[in-house]
């Protein structure tokens, strides 16, 4: 077990989440790895926010996280560190949640975050989803679904925010993220078809 | 349009605060609606961040965590650590003491008649003189079988089992020192014996607090390589080993 976190490296902080992973995993000081923690701190903490609402089982919730985190990062093969750990925080919320929500008082929305947060995977998943064409992107955008790709043209060919969306489809908010984040997911998977039938 | 798939750093805490109250400008809240699409923990955070009732509380949390973190959760390492090696070094401490009595008990256990060949065929009077004596000793009767086992060595001297029986009996009422000289005298008369001689020999010496005649004697039975006591012999001696001075 390492101490050496006492006497951190300078320029951690410019690092990728990747680098500071693999640098974790190769030489297991913890430096590297609190160093990339501390950089999710409070998403991990208002991700459990959404599960738990005590301040103080959020604040425990997180610690368990990120010692999960800490035991399976060295032996876990993580393409992309964020991805892996929104998934990890996921699971760890609902699986305490199904614990003890017979005994305790939930927050009264989890439920209905468990159904309504999507679980979209990040678009730098698949590094050669950054090349595609304007024609590929157009001819794949025919192919969605119309609310999706209403969404989609209002909000990256006509730059429109989310309320703007909404105003003018009257789709909620909550609907037109939903519709940009399915949409989006679904063009990246049509884009590498294509690619993948041109190739 | 090809931008669309650039990924992003994840926002922070501030970006997500500045988001929710509608204070970032346009070209910021931009850029943090299109990280949005893209990233679910930035999405949960928002989420969660959207049911706080107590953000200060919330962000003092926080800063707990970052301030805290490595030396708590270092702290918790290092705290788990010495408590495994307390408890080892507790369980090796404070592990039961050993005595001599207490080894003795565990291992000796009263030799049955039936359980050893008695009767040699070359003489069979000696079987029908030793029966009175056998019978007093089985039914735990030590000291008629010690008065009969007298009395048959004087007429079949050579009738060697006769001697472990004795030695047995004189270790039950209490007169180690005789036993010893059973024990000792059936080691030198038949090496049929000899294992079983040595055998209660040590126990006996560690009956009377004799740590290191015992171990003396078990060495010597481990050195003669016999089988009749190979499994518990290691152990004994081990024990044996441990025992005070």
């Not at chain 1, 693999?22 to 000081?29: M, N, P, S, Y």
């Not at chain 1, 998934?87 to 439920?111: D, G, L, T, Y």
């Not at chain 2, 472990?164 to 030198?188: H, P, R, S, Y």
């Amino acid at each position: 077990m390492s101490l050496r976190w006492l006497k951190p490296k300078k320029g951690l902080a410019n690092w990728s989440d990747e680098q500071l992973l693999r640098a974790f995993q190769k030489t297991g000081e913890d430096q590297y790895f609190f160093t990339l923690i501390e950089r999710y701190s409070h998403l991990i903490y208002f991700n459990c926010k959404q599960y738990l609402s005590q301040e103080e089982d959020c604040k425990d919730m997180v610690m368990t996280i990120v010692e999960k985190v800490y035991e399976r990062c060295p032996k876990a093969d993580i393409s992309y560190f964020r991805s892996w750990l929104y998934s990890v925080i996921r699971n760890q919320c609902i699986s305490h949640i199904r614990a003890q929500n017979r005994q305790s008082q939930p927050n009264p929305n989890w439920e209905k975050n468990i159904e309504t947060v999507s679980i979209p995977n990040f678009v730098e998943e698949e590094s050669h989803a950054y090349g595609f064409s304007d024609e590929a992107i157009q001819s794949a955008l025919q192919e969605l679904d119309p609310l999706q790709r209403e969404c989609l043209q209002l909000f990256y060919f006509e730059g429109k925010s989310y309320k703007e969306i909404s105003q003018q489809t009257s789709y909620s908010l909550k609907e037109v993220k939903s519709y940009l984040q399915n949409g989006k997911r679904k063009l990246k998977i049509l884009l590498e078809g294509i690619e993948h039938d041109k190739s | 349009m090809k931008s669309i798939f650039t990924p992003s750093d994840c926002l922070s805490l501030q970006q997500l605060q500045d988001y929710k109250d509608g204070r970032l400008s346009k070209t910021a809240q931009r850029r943090v609606e299109e990280h949005l699409i893209d990233c679910p923990l930035c999405n949960g955070a928002l989420a969660g961040l959207e049911q706080s009732q107590d953000l200060h509380q919330d962000a003092k949390q926080i800063r707990s965590l970052r301030l805290g973190n490595k030396r708590a959760f270092r702290f918790t390492q290092i705290a788990a650590i010495l408590a495994i090696g307390f408890a080892l070094l507790s369980i090796f401490w404070f592990r039961p003491q050993l005595d001599h009595q207490s080894v003795f008990s565990s291992y000796y256990k009263i030799p049955q008649p039936t359980q050893i060949q008695l009767r040699d065929a070359r003489n069979d009077e000696a079987y029908q003189n030793i029966q009175p004596a056998l019978t007093a000793y089985q039914r735990e009767d030590f000291q008629s079988a010690i008065t009969l086992l007298e009395k048959h060595l004087e007429a079949f001297p050579s009738d060697h089992p006769a001697y472990l029986w004795m030695g047995i009996a004189q270790l039950e009422v209490g007169n180690e020192e005789k036993a010893i000289q059973f024990f000792q005298e059936l080691k030198l008369k038949d090496k049929t014996y000899y294992e079983k001689a040595s055998w209660y020999l040590t126990l006996t010496h560690l009956k009377k607090g004799e740590a290191n005649l015992a171990e003396e004697e078990a060495e010597e039975l481990k050195a003669s390589g016999g089988k009749e006591f190979q499994e518990k012999l290691p152990q004994l001696l081990k024990k044996i080993k441990r025992l005070p001075e």
